[in-house]
C-alpha cells in the first residue's frame, strides 16, 4: 500500500511572517495528519522554517533547483545548497519553469541528476496543455516528458522520485481533472514505470495530483487507486484549506 503524500508549493507568495504563521499553523495540526506532508517554501524562507518544523513530521521542499552544481550561475540555487542546508525535496519541472523560464526536458534531466546526487528528492512535474488535451495526445505528451527526463534513470534512482501530474489547464484556473480524468492519466504513467522498471518498481512510485485542488474536490481525487496525494498551489496558502485536504482520505 503505497503512502499519500501532499506537498504545498506556495509559489511566489507569502512574506517572510505570514510564511512563519502558516508553516506554524500546518505543523499544530500534525497530530491528526494521516498523510506525509511536505511544505515548499520560497528559497529565502527555507532556512527559517526548518526551525519551526523541527521535531515534527512536516518536511521541507525547495521549488526549484540549478542545473549545475556551483559556479558562476547569478541568482541560481543549486543542489547541493539545498542539501547543505538538510533540505529533503525539490521540485524540478514545474509547468510554470517551463512555460516561463523556457525549461527544458534535457534541462530537467541535468537538474534531476544532479538533485538526485545529493541525496534530495526531486518531485518531478508533468503534464499537458490544454490544447494538448483537445488533441488528445496528452498521453503522448506525457510519455515524453517521462522518457526524456526521468527513464534514462536506474531502478534504484527513480525509486527516489515523487511524479506529479499537473495538468497545465487546471493550474490556478480553477478547472480540476475529474477523478476519472486523473485516474486514467496515473494509471498511464504507472503502466510506462511498469513497462521501463517493471511491475513492481511501479507499484511502488508516489504519483500525485496538482491542479486546482481543494478542500472540496479532494476527497474524490485522492481515493483514486492511482492517485497518491496531491502538489497543491492555491489552497496550501491558506491552513484550513490545506488541513482540509491532508485530512481528505
Ligand atoms: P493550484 O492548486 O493553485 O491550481 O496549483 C497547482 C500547482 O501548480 C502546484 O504545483
Redesign the pocket.
Known sequence: MRRKIIAG?WKMNLKYDEAKVLAAAICEGEGTYRHDVILCPSFLYLTALAEILKGSKVALGAQNCADREHGAFTGEVSAPMLASIGVPYVIIG?SERRIYYHESHAMLKDKIDIALAHGLKPIFCCGETKEIRLDEQQENYVERQLEDSLFHLSEDDIQRVIIAY?PVW???TGLTATPQQAQDMHHFIRTRIAARYGRDIAERIIIQY????KPDNAAELLSQPDVDGG?????SLKADDFKAIIGAV
Open positions: 508549493n514545474h499537473e487546471a493550474i490556478g496538482g491542479g486546482s485542488m502538489l497543491i498551489g492555491g489552497a
